[in-house]
């Protein structure tokens, strides 16, 4: 079966996984029966549902639809956070469907698409989303398969006919080795996923791997002082790009009244008067990646400017909650310490005068186990840290592995609590905040509009 010609229906398991759910739209939008498990129900799995998704919850082979288990027809799609034993993975597997990972699928998918990808430990979702949107008000227009919830256009796919596609590309379970890009981003390399990778030296040489995957008469932008070293094919140009310096770079940045605007310096072509739609500083640098693919895509200056001015942001991206004159509430996705570094001093650029609190819910047994000192030495930044219990996604708890680690490793003078999720909407009901910031990649999220009712109403 080929992927695209021959199917007659999708089935997803693990469906409610962002990357996951942008893959059940495009299917969708080619109009085919689509259905799939995933095991909590939740705002994403909703929206598809009401997009017109068949989903269950329990991992039940009964629950599987009846037009979704011929083997000549139905084409399975799976993350690799299932885990093996899964019954339903398993009866599909045994019945000669079929079944591909998600990122293998991505990479089929694309193929036929000059592909403009952002690989990197952290940055992706919101510097392929500004890209998406110059590209798609732009005469080049694109596809896009999106790691967010883009508030431009309250999805994570974008369909055009255009012969770009931009895609967030994901280094964990090494899916990002499937693509095939024209153009890549790699926004930063700090160790990440350890409990696939084994060590910091197989993660760098996995992303060396990715960059031989570019297309000759592509190019690579590389974040500057990145520790890997990449190895392109013969014709692939590589370029170097920070806030501050590079070949691609910010200029005359200023940040004033809640706005920022600032330069952007090119080997393609400079281009002024750049204002931010989403005015926070580390969106400076992202900005600056996603203009740069944007501009070798050929995207001109006013279409740079326009799609920046006009960018909404991404669901939990440094996603402002609440901001009036007394109170700050923003969500963000970091769960990475050097995500949470990056977000706590552009919050505190933002708000230097001001009393930050982090409400911060670990996300994975092994990374806390792997990272609790860096999390700390980050988190220490803010005037206060509230922890949460651990997320554990995908995993088994770890003797000794919990959010105290992290509690303990805070500098001298931050205050600090710890608490369990189901306590948190009474302890903010309890405190008044000057900033609170919350992050976290786990179910905290869930939170985060009642939270924001909660504070707006003292």
């Not at 994403?44 to 082979?61: A, F, K, M, P, S």
């Not at 639809?65 to 339903?88: G, M, N, Q």
Request: charged content about 25%; glycine content about 6%.
């Amino acid at each position: 079966m080929t992927i695209l010609k021959d199917i007659q229906s999708v089935y997803f398991i693990g469906i409610g996984g962002i990357g996951m759910s942008a893959i059940a739209r495009y299917f969708l939008h080619k109009g085919l029966p689509v259905a799939g498990y995933d095991k909590t129900p939740s705002s994403l799995t909703n929206r598809l549902e009401q997009e017109g998704v068949q989903i269950h919850y329990d991992d039940n082979v009964k629950e599987i639809p009846a037009a979704f288990r011929h083997p000549e027809s139905t084409f399975v799609v799976y993350t690799p956070a299932i885990p093996e034993s899964h019954s339903e993975l398993t009866y599909f597997r045994k019945n000669g469907f079929e079944v591909q990972k998600r990122a293998q699928v991505l990479g089929t998918l694309t193929k036929e698409y000059k592909g403009l990808c952002v690989a990197g430990t952290h940055g992706k979702t919101t510097t392929s989303s500004m890209c998406a949107h110059i590209m798609h008000q732009s005469h080049a227009d694109c596809n896009a398969f999106l790691g967010g919830i883009t508030k431009n256009y309250g999805t994570n796919y974008i369909f055009s006919d255009s012969d770009y596609v931009v895609i967030e590309a994901d280094e964990y379970d090494r899916s990002f080795h499937w693509l095939r890009p024209w153009i890549s981003v790699i926004t930063a390399t700090d160790p990440d996923h350890l409990d696939i990778y084994g060590t910091k030296e197989a993660y760098l040489d996995s992303f060396r791997h990715y960059t031989t995957l570019i297309q000759p008469g592509g190019a690579l932008i590389l974040h500057t002082g990145l520790e890997m070293k990449p190895e392109v094919k013969e014709g692939v140009t590589i370029y170097t790009y920070s806030r501050d310096e590079g070949d691609f770079h910010a200029s005359n940045i200023v940040i004033i009244n809640g706005e920022i605007i600032f330069d952007l310096i090119s080997p393609v072509e400079n281009v002024t008067g750049i204002s931010l739609g989403q005015p926070i500083p580390i969106n400076i640098e992202n900005a600056v990646a996603a203009m740069a693919m944007a501009q070798l895509s050929g995207c001109t200056a006013d279409e740079l400017r326009e799609g920046l001015r006009t960018f909404g942001g991404v669901d939990r991206r440094f996603d402002v909650k609440v901001k009036d004159s007394r109170h700050v509430v923003i969500s963000d996705y970091a769960h990475h310490p050097m995500e949470i570094k990056e977000s706590a001093k552009s919050i505190r650029e933002l708000y230097p005068d001001r009393h930050i609190t982090a409400l911060f819910q670990p996300h994975l047994y092994t990374r806390t186990r792997d990272f609790y000192q860096d999390f700390a030495k980050s988190l220490s930044i803010l005037d206060e840290v509230v922890l949460c219990d651990i997320y554990p996604a995908r995993e088994e708890p770890i003797p000794g592995v919990t959010s105290k680690l992290i509690y303990d490793h805070l500098v001298p003078g931050v205050a600090r609590q710890l608490i369990h999720k189901d306590e948190v909407l009474d302890f903010v009901r309890s405190r008044d905040f000057d900033v609170l910031i919350i992050l976290g990649a786990g179910d905290l999220d869930n939170y985060t509009d009642t939270i924001a009712e909660i504070i707006k109403s003292k």
